[in-house]
């Protein structure tokens, strides 16, 4: 299953504390209940861009989004987010039980999901739109830090 990408938006992150405005700006630009398929490197901020968007709609602190990379998916009121970095087959999405997670949610972000797109569409309803945000980390210029990430917004038809 193929599915087609269109750009929807693009910010640039120069510091962390831009994430704010890039949340409220990526709620601006989507619409509920949405898929969100997380991609970027290893360290490029999928699992801090988040945490921020958590505690803008449920008002959650760091502490309460910890990153799933072991437990694989956590929730928390209107929010679910996922990491499917250790998932090796496609057979695994269907024992997650996604359904049931998701079940009167309306945001869920997915990391390293996008290997795993058709099997993630076949767990969703049909009132979810699903979205891509790609986050690309720059190349320093003259070794200054922090180096800045470009997030882009997808919608995957």
């Avoid at 949405?34 to 901020?45: D, E, K, P, Q, S």
């Avoid at 709609?57 to 970095?85: K, L, Q, R, W």
């Avoid at 190349?139 to 990430?149: D, F």
Wanted: hydrophobic share 40%.
């Amino acid at each position: 299953m193929v599915m087609q990408k269109k750009m929807i938006k693009s910010w640039t992150c120069k510091e962390e504390r831009d994430l704010d405005f890039i949340a409220k700006d990526f709620l601006k630009h989507t619409r509920s209940p949405m898929a969100v398929i997380l991609t970027g490197v290893v360290g490029a901020g999928k699992t801090t861009f988040s945490k921020y968007f958590a505690r803008m709609i449920a008002g959650a602190s760091d502490e309460c989004v910890s990153s799933p990379t072991y437990s694989i998916i956590n929730e928390m009121e209107n929010f679910v987010h996922a990491d499917f970095f250790r998932v090796k087959k496609s057979s695994e999405i269907i024992h997650l039980e996604i359904p049931l997670y998701i079940e009167g949610k309306q945001y869920f972000f997915i990391e390293w999901g996008i290997d795993w797109l058709s099997e993630i569409k076949k767990e969703l309803n049909s009132s979810f739109t699903i979205y891509e945000l790609e986050i690309i980390v720059s190349t320093p210029k003259k070794n200054i830090l922090p180096q800045e990430r470009i997030f882009s917004l997808y919608v995957l038809d």
